[in-house]
């Protein structure tokens, strides 16, 4: 039997909260829940699964308009690359709450 694991993540733009010289900060963290909460300036580290999938459906939609040769490898680096710049871009350096809660199948969550 195939386990189920999902994660929820969810990310905010905060304005008018300074973290100072930390880049990022625990607010909540509960392991029983697998439910944690981080204020943050860089929440690229948060987003990688969206982001993956994201870019992997971008080269499937665009496999047809392929115009130069490439690998998957390098293709998914780029598309992976180019959402991260477009998050910076569109919402800026942060910081950000980050709300995530995730269960890997095993009977505890993550």
């Given at each position: ?24 900060g625990?607010?909540i963290?509960?392991?029983t ?75 505890s969550?993550?």
């Amino acid at each position: 039997m195939t386990a189920t694991r999902y994660r929820h993540t969810l990310v905010y733009r905060i304005n008018g909260v300074h973290l100072g010289t930390e880049e990022e900060g625990n607010l909540i963290a509960d392991p029983t829940s697998g439910f944690q909460a981080v204020l943050t300036t860089d929440p690229d580290p948060y987003c990688i699964e969206a982001d993956q999938w994201i870019a992997v459906a971008n080269i499937l939609l665009g496999v047809f308009g392929q115009t130069e040769p490439a690998s998957f490898d390098e293709r998914l680096k780029s598309e992976l690359a180019e959402i991260k710049e477009t998050r910076k871009t569109k919402f800026g350096n942060g910081p950000y709450l980050v709300l995530e809660r995730g269960y890997d199948g095993g009977g505890s969550s993550t």
